[in-house]
């Protein structure tokens, strides 16, 4: 199904020069017309002298790239780095860029075609325009991945690092100013690591005062072809990185956020123990048949819509290869909205720069191309046989504390195991001891229920959500959810069945042969959501010490002013839940997310929307308010 699509996109004007592609917007090439591939290499590969670092690497390397153009420095640097030995190499490569317009398909075909790469079919097969926001690719099971930044360059300045090797590689300073200035520059200088080297086409006198000052040694080289010399620099004055000891984590809670935190930390060496009171893992929400992955956007310029972006791409573009989800029917899907809904999503397509593949607007009515329904427990099941995760089932942890530099946890019949990280995933749960009564987590109850196809009319080969939602499962249609705030009993309720049925539109009821709704099976689930329907990830903060020290010192009305000293949070205690109806789209991002917050490296979503997430956030907006306004549920 298509439909027409009325905002233009923002994408390059660009034209073949010769043998090169040449911008009409910044007047220049995009890589030198006697030969990109070779020129690229020299300057980048060779200049930031990778072969030989790589071999003395620890686990990760990180890239990071100022105009990611035709993809060519990424292409040639992953294939470089699949050619070599893995005792030649780090065990894991982070390729970060920023690009302010990608460019479609068809044209990097034409470029790469020309070059003969073995990795370049396996970049295009992952490749698609995606809109302004920050997105990740992972390729070779996840040893590679790409964070590709759509927007401004000084949009650097909100990521983190540490970066070990630099490719600055936009258009020259005379033609694109805003990529070379000087905040760029003191974004290099904050995010560059240990032993950080930068490689450059230019030798711009500018270029090279601006990278002194972030305390870089500059040195002219050799350049390539016509060009005499090009701009190589390495950081003054650091030590290398050390080796890291992979340490032991437990989880507390089985579901989707349980078991891709475990997934995400093992692939990053962790030993993971993984506990669930029940006898099976997803034994929740994240048990029914069917979930649809689609965004929730809004017309502001929000974190709630960046971080739906951003996790609904990285869920479809990893869900069958990553998470060996196979069964993922990528249908699209049809959303019908009020016309209050419309607006935020014309507004939402024209803010972020939706390529049409994402979301096609007519009227009312929207449609998701990369969209469609998988099983949510598929997510989980690959933890199971995982080298470094055992699983715990059935196995109710009743009480943790820190003891003796490790978490010591504990259940009915006594101690359970001990970790050096502890990470609550266990939805509404991680509110019960004293010192988490004052998470803001909410218990909803979702029922869906199984109606035979014949129900229906006009039945369609793709989810369609509106008030209600209904998934083709062959013979049957789930079709859900209710969302309930107050219910009297936690068990399945028949009499529910006739809410969602009432709520389903009368272009696909069946007129003449009504279902016994109250017969049919169905499935209740339990979503933890906060009040501001974000989710909570992070370190959980101490209430008191962290409440004081935002009070004597901060005073604060912005999250990246929250208190920061180690008395105020526990030690190596953390937190995945609030993820509500929207698992399929946040769990994957958001457990990669923590794990490169406990591991320290670059993070998934940009550093500010990540402040947003923080558990602290409601300890402040409490202080914010008289005693009787506090907002917990």
Same mark, same amino acid.
């Given at each position: 199904m298509a439909l027409p699509f009325s905002v233009a996109m923002n994408n390059p004007e660009v034209s073949f020069s010769g043998n090169s592609l040449y911008s009409e917007e910044f007047g220049d090439i995009y890589y030198s017309r006697e030969g990109g591939c070779a #020129?690229? =290499?020299?300057?980048? &590969?060779?200049?930031?002298?990778?072969?030989?670092?790589?071999?003395?690497?620890?686990?990760?390397?990180?890239?990071? #790239?100022?105009?990611?153009?035709?993809?060519?420095?990424?292409?040639?640097?992953?294939?470089?780095?699949?050619?070599?030995?893995?005792?030649?190499?780090?065990?894991?490569?982070?390729? &970060?860029?920023?690009?302010?317009?990608?460019?479609?398909?068809?044209?990097?075909?034409?470029?790469?075609?020309?070059?003969a790469i073995p990795f370049a079919e396996n970049f295009l097969g992952r490749y698609k325009l995606m809109p302004n926001g920050l997105h990740s690719i992972f390729f070779d099971e996840g040893r590679i991945e790409l964070r590709l930044l759509v927007g401004e360059a000084e949009q650097l300045l909100s990521w983190n690092g540490p970066v070990d090797a630099w490719y600055l590689d936009g258009f020259s300073p005379q033609k694109n100013p805003e &990529?070379?200035?000087?905040?760029?520059?003191?974004?290099?200088?904050?995010?560059?690591?240990?032993?950080?080297?930068?490689a450059t086409y230019t030798v711009s006198a500018m270029v090279r005062d601006s990278l002194q000052s972030q305390?870089?040694?500059?040195?002219?080289?050799?350049?390539?072809?016509?060009?005499?010399?090009?701009?190589?620099?390495?950081?003054?004055?650091?030590?290398?990185?050390?080796?890291?000891?992979?340490?032991?984590?437990?989880?507390i809670g089985g579901g989707i956020a349980g078991c891709l935190s475990a997934r995400a930390l093992a692939r990053r060496g962790y030993h993971v123990h993984l506990f669930e009171a029940r006898g099976e893992l997803s034994a929740e929400g994240s048990g029914n =048949?069917?979930?649809?992955?689609?965004?929730?956007?809004s017309g502001d310029d929000s974190v709630m819509t960046r971080l739906n972006a951003s996790g609904y791409s990285f869920t479809v573009n990893h869900v069958r290869d990553e998470y060996g989800c196979r069964e993922f029917q990528q249908t699209g899907l049809l959303n019908i909205q009020t016309e209050e809904d419309e607006v935020r999503m014309h507004k939402a397509i024209t803010r972020y720069n939706f390529p049409p593949t994402f979301i096609e607007a007519d009227g009312c009515n929207s449609w998701l191309g990369f969209s469609g329904f998988a099983r949510p427990s598929c997510f989980c099941e690959s933890v199971v046989t995982h080298p470094r995760i055992s699983i715990h089932l059935g196995e109710r942890v009743e009480n943790f504390e820190y003891r003796g530099g490790g978490w010591e946890l504990a259940g009915a019949n006594g101690i359970l195991g001990r970790a050096e990280i502890l990470i609550l995933a266990?939805?509404?749960?991680?509110?019960?001891?004293?010192?988490?009564?004052?998470? @803001?987590?909410?218990?909803?109850?979702?029922?869906?229920?199984?109606?035979?196809?014949?129900?229906?009319?006009?039945?369609?080969?793709?989810? +369609?959500?509106?008030?209600v939602y209904t998934i083709p499962l062959g013979s049957e249609v789930l079709l859900g959810a209710t969302f309930e705030k107050e219910f009297e009993h936690r068990d399945y309720d #028949?009499?529910?069945?006739?809410?969602?049925?009432?709520k389903l539109g009368e272009d696909y009821k069946a007129?003449?042969?009504?279902?016994?709704?109250?017969?049919?099976?169905?499935?209740?689930?339990?979503?933890? +959501?906060?009040?501001?329907?974000? @989710?909570? +990830?992070?370190?959980l903060p101490r209430e008191e010490s962290y409440s004081s020290e935002y009070t004597a010192n901060l005073k604060a009305r912005r999250p990246s002013d929250y208190p920061d000293s180690p008395e105020s949070y526990f030690p190596d205690l953390y937190i995945l839940s609030g993820l509500g109806a929207r698992g399929l789209v946040y769990g994957p991002l958001l457990a990669?997310?923590?794990?490169?917050?406990i591991a320290d490296e670059p993070y998934y979503i940009l550093p500010a929307d990540y402040a947003f997430l923080n558990p602290g956030r409601f300890l402040i907006r409490n202080l914010r308010r008289q005693p009787t306004e506090q907002i917990f549920f």
């Open positions: #020129e690229k =290499r020299h300057v980048f &590969m060779e200049g930031n002298a990778l072969l030989s670092r790589w071999s003395a690497a620890p686990d990760l390397f990180v890239i990071a #790239e100022l105009g990611f153009g035709t993809g060519l420095n990424f292409i040639l640097t992953a294939d470089l780095y699949l050619s070599l030995p893995q005792h030649q190499r780090p065990s894991r490569l982070v390729f &970060m860029s920023v690009e302010k317009k990608l460019l479609p398909k068809h044209l990097l075909l034409q470029v790469l075609d020309a070059c &990529m070379w200035s000087e905040s760029v520059f003191k974004a290099v200088g904050k995010l560059s690591g240990p032993n950080a080297t930068v305390g870089f040694i500059t040195e002219k080289v050799p350049g390539f072809g016509r060009k005499k010399e090009m701009l190589v620099a390495r950081r003054e004055g650091t030590q290398p990185h050390a080796l890291r000891k992979p340490k032991t984590v437990a989880i =048949r069917a979930g649809i992955i689609h965004p929730h956007m266990n939805a509404a749960a991680a509110r019960r001891g004293k010192d988490f009564s004052w998470l @803001p987590l909410r218990e909803i109850k979702g029922q869906v229920v199984y109606v035979p196809s014949r129900y229906f009319q006009n039945l369609t080969g793709f989810p +369609v959500s509106s008030k #028949e009499q529910k069945n006739f809410e969602l049925w009432e007129q003449t042969d009504l279902p016994d709704l109250a017969s049919l099976p169905g499935r209740v689930g339990f979503r933890a +959501v906060t009040y501001d329907r974000l @989710p909570l +990830v992070g370190r990669e997310q923590l794990a490169a917050d």
